[in-house]
Nanobody, 120 residues
């Protein structure tokens, strides 16, 4: 079983930037693609961005033009670069990686989540 760990969260003012990192204690999880989700207070989990094995990326509408997703193969680390942050971006962010799960639509492996807080 692959264990994912997020880092790089914290508190920023509106318009600021953060870069989240996702690492694995197991196999090379980025080989099967990676995604990011978030859950805001009182809200359900929502998809943020995805990166396929071949490098193709996709973003939720709210993230387009502000967020980027990438990876460092040597470090087996995935990143979510978040720029021009807004208070609505405040949420717990989750790394999601591995093969797709046909039951949930997400990938098999999850991190525990990391808090991102954007002040107005």
């Amino acid at each position: 079983q692959v264990r994912l760990v997020e880092s790089g969260g914290g508190w920023v003012q509106t318009g600021g930037s953060l870069r989240l990192s996702c690492t694995s204690s197991g196999s090379s999880f980025t080989r099967n693609g990676v995604a990011w989700y978030r859950q805001a207070p009182g809200q359900t989990r929502e998809w943020v961005a995805s990166r396929a094995v071949g490098g193709a990326t996709a973003f939720a509408d709210f993230a387009k033009g502000r967020f980027t997703i990438s990876r460092d193969n040597a470090k087996d680390t995935a990143y979510l670069q978040m720029n021009s942050l807004k208070p609505d971006d405040t949420a717990v962010y989750y790394c999601n990686a591995g093969p797709l799960d046909g039951n949930s639509g997400a990938r098999l492996y999850w991190g525990e989540g990391i808090q991102v807080t954007v002040s107005s």
